[in-house]
């Protein structure tokens, strides 16, 4: 029989231990989907960057109940055109530019 602490509790679209909260693999691999694709239509002129950072803020807004700042700035560093950075809160904490 596994510890809860070893693997966590599969909930909400996070893995859950009793010392921190990540995001669900599922939902990181849906994210780089989903910003590919409208990084595509993005350069196809089909979306407006802010329908973009409409939709990451969304995913960000999910993220930042669990430890995900890294992982974050990790998934959007190849879009210049996506603000990630700056003063936010993930994981209980307030996170600035450092």
């Known amino acids: 029989m596994r510890k809860l602490s070893d693997n966590g509790v ?3 679209g996070f893995k859950i231990w009793t ?11 849906a994210m780089k989907r989903r910003i590919k694709a409208m990084d595509r239509k993005l350069k196809a002129r089909l979306i407006r960057k802010q329908d973009v950072q ?3 803020n969304s995913w960000l807004g999910h993220a930042r ?7 974050a700035k990790k ?4 879009y210049p ?17 450092r």
């Open 19 to 29: 010392t921190h909260r990540k995001v669900r693999d599922q939902s990181k691999r």
């Open 54 to 56: 409409q939709a990451v």
């Open 81 to 97: 055109y996506i603000k990630v950075e700056g003063e936010m809160k993930f994981g209980g904490r307030i996170l600035g530019n």
């Open 75 to 78: 998934i959007f560093e190849r």
């Open 65 to 71: 109940h669990s430890n995900s700042y890294n992982l």
């Open 10 to 12: 599969n909930a909400y």
